[in-house]
């Protein structure tokens, strides 16, 4: 008898082993589980967002193309302004939307497009308000230009030509205006002081992602979702 309860300790301590391995062996399991559950979600969730990016991108192609006379160009304006982004605390949609913004007012966004970025950058406007404050006031001159009157802007413009708003013709107003805009160090570098702080640090950081993102979508998996 004495073998036998020897025999069957032994025995027992044996299943004991074998059982606890069994349960590290199913928790093993249950983590790897779960983390090919959370891989698939982080990469669903990162095709998801490539492809919502990509078809921004692409509603903007054809925001601009119309607004330039031609699709191509509307690409063309965006790959610039897409990696205009990356390196400014603005964001693709809000430099798409300056862009139309000024274009549909007639305004060539090429030339205006920094000076508008610094007026955003230091007067708080978002840079569809601050394009839509400096195309106004480059189409009606002074007398539309109540947005930049209520920033201060529009005694800086007076300020830099030396004479009253009321008193200038509208082209002298326009010239004044960029000038201002662009020379002005109430204005000037305005973008530059924005991208150092951690705003304009968060917004550059999450350009960086829609670039990636952009990148995951030009490998091929827009066109095959479309």
């Known amino acids: 008898f004495s073998k036998l309860h020897k025999a069957q300790d032994k025995q027992k ?28 979600g982080a990469f669903a969730a990162i095709g998801a967002n490539a492809v919502g990016t990509a078809a921004q991108l692409e509603k903007f ?29 603005f964001s693709i949609s809000g430099l798409v ?3 139309a913004k000024l274009e549909a007012f007639g305004v060539n966004a090429n ?6 970025m610094d007026l955003a950058a230091v007067t708080g406007m978002d ?21 930049l009157r209520d920033a201060g802007v529009k005694g800086w413009v007076e300020e830099h030509a030396g ?3 009321a008193t200038m013709s509208l082209e002298e107003w326009q010239k004044a205006l960029i ?26 950081f999450k350009d960086q992602w829609t670039l990636f993102s952009v990148e995951v979508s030009d490998a091929g998996l827009f066109q095959t979702v479309k």
Do not use: I, W
């Open 13 to 40: 301590k044996s299943t004991d082993k074998q059982v606890k391995a069994m349960g590290v062996l199913k928790a093993g399991f249950a983590a790897t589980a779960a983390a090919a559950v959370a891989a698939a």
């Open 61 to 89: 192609e054809t925001q601009l193309g119309v607004l330039l006379g031609g699709l191509d160009k509307g690409k063309q304006r965006v790959e610039e302004l897409f990696a205009l982004s990356a390196k400014t605390p």
């Open 97 to 99: 939307e300056m862009d």
């Open 111 to 116: 030339r205006m497009r920094g000076g508008v």
């Open 127 to 147: 840079l569809v308000q601050a394009a839509d404050a400096v195309g106004k006031a480059m189409v009606g001159g002074a007398a539309a230009a109540d947005m």
């Open 163 to 165: 004479a009253k708003a």
């Open 179 to 204: 000038e201002t805009l662009e020379t002005s160090e109430k204005v000037k570098g305005g973008t530059l002081l924005l991208s150092k702080t951690f705003t304009g640090l968060m917004s550059t």
